[in-house]
């Protein structure tokens, strides 16, 4: 005859250097854009995981080594339905599983307080179903692997600094875009949102100085030009200002805002033009370069433009 079994983890957090958080919220539920290190994953949720699984293991094996049509007892059904069952109940929820499975535990516990008759057979089964459906569906969560150097640049809102982020508000989403798409080896669309950001500095500097575009005679916002044409109006404005009376301050000003568009026309020809015509990929390497140069545009720009 079936004994009662002690179902009680056997996982010692104390001894292993981790510990279990039954009530904590699931990382994903805090912060979405966060990465989670193999600390966290075995701190979070294998620990969870494994005392769910070894709960389960444990009912399964002894009920494996009963007779199929033993029928159980009634302290013997208590014992998986206190011990066994809650550990998956919960691991369903916190993960956001298929709640059927939550359904199907909480019905299996109903049914094991109650008065229906089990036999060690039909419990095996029912449990190592549950055990099956449960591996199924933690198979379908899947995580990426981002190893160091490359993990400081994902989901990093100030990537260029706390003065390019308080200076350039509208492009932090395209920065840290550019430092996510860096940190999971997608070097192409890194690229496309550092010319994204790029671009916000050079409407900056165009607004700095006061330049104007048309088209068709008629006044163009700044969104809409080129940046050939956007550039070229920088320089053509930069040469008109030097005409003009001014002291050494303001010629160096003028000599570090002639740089700038030269760095725009650099970044232009080096990549804007090539991204935009689906010339070639970009590989790792030459984005953490544009990356570079683009952060150092940003900053000269953050640095400047406000004085």
């Known amino acids: 005859m079936l004994q009662v079994v002690d179902f009680s983890y056997r996982f010692d957090p104390e001894e292993d250097g ?6 904590s919220s699931a990382p994903w539920e805090t912060s979405a854009r966060r990465l989670w290190s193999l600390w966290d994953m075995i701190r979070y949720s294998c620990a969870n995981l494994c005392h769910m699984y070894d709960q389960i293991t444990v009912a399964i094996q002894g009920l494996a080594s009963a007779q199929p049509d033993e029928v159980l007892s009634t302290s013997f059904k208590a014992a998986i339905a206190e011990s066994a069952l809650p550990p998956a109940s919960e691991q369903v929820i916190s993960l956001r599983l298929d709640m059927k499975l939550h359904f199907r535990i909480h019905r299996l516990g109903e049914q094991l307080r109650g008065d229906e008759h089990f036999t060690a057979g039909a419990l095996l089964r029912d449990l190592q179903l549950l055990r099956d459906d449960l591996v199924l569906e933690l198979s379908d969560r899947t995580f990426a692997y981002i190893a160091p150097p490359n993990n400081a640049y994902f989901a990093n809102e ?25 940190a999971a080896s997608l070097p192409t669309a890194c690229v496309y949102h550092l010319m994204r950001a790029t671009e916000h500095g050079l409407r900056r500097l165009a607004k700095k100085l006061h330049v104007t575009l048309t088209h068709t005679g008629k006044r163009q916002p700044l969104e809409y030009g ?24 303001r010629q160096a000003q003028l000599e570090r805002y002639s740089n700038a568009a030269d760095h725009c026309e650099y970044m232009k020809d080096i990549w804007r033009n090539n991204l935009a015509h ?6 790792d390497k030459e984005a953490i370069a544009a990356l570079e140069r683009v952060r150092d545009f940003m900053q000269f720009l953050g640095q400047h433009l406000a004085k």
Do not use: H, M
């Open 278 to 283: 689906t010339r070639r990929p970009y590989t």
């Open 158 to 182: 100030q990537l260029f600094g706390n003065e390019v982020y308080l200076a350039f508000s509208d492009a932090r989403g395209d920065i840290r875009d550019a430092g996510d798409c860096l």
């Open 226 to 249: 080129e940046w050939d044409k956007v550039i070229t109006a920088i320089r053509n404005k930069i040469a008109t200002i030097r005409k003009l009376p001014s002291g050494p301050k």
């Open 18 to 23: 981790a510990c279990l958080f039954p009530n």
